[in-house]
């Protein structure tokens, strides 16, 4: 099993940044994919970005690309979420969530960041 803990959500004006830190423990070896996750009141979870753990690929929802860069340091089991240029449409509470297989669902989950922008 993977722990996974969040932080570094905040209150933000729109237009600016936050990093949000996503650390892992447990058995880390297993990590194949960690991903970001996000949930506005009253609406569903929706997927952010996601990285392959050793390769390092990416991959972006449309609302976010260009504006949100994923990242994670192996050495340190941890991933990161940049999220610059934000837009009151990214307040939602924020969770980093990990696999053990290229597909599938995400089998271990973070207790949630919230992430605030204000106009």
């Known amino acids: 099993q993977v722990q996974l803990v969040e932080s570094g959500g905040g209150l933000v004006q729109a237009g600016g940044s936050l990093r949000l830190s996503c650390a892992a423990s447990g058995r880390t070896f297993d990590i194949y994919t960690m991903a970001w996750f996000r949930q506005a009141p009253g609406q569903e979870r929706t997927f952010v970005a996601r990285i392959i753990w050793t390769g390092g690929s990416t991959y972006y929802a449309d609302s976010v690309k260009g504006r949100f860069t994923i990242s994670r340091d192996i050495s340190e089991n941890t991933a990161y979420l940049q999220m610059d240029s934000l837009k009151p449409e990214d307040t939602a509470v924020y969770y980093c969530?990990?696999?053990?297989?290229?597909?599938?669902?995400?089998?271990?989950w973070g207790q949630g960041t919230q992430v605030t922008v204000s106009s």
């Open positions: 969530a990990s696999r053990r297989r290229p597909l599938g669902q995400y089998d271990s």
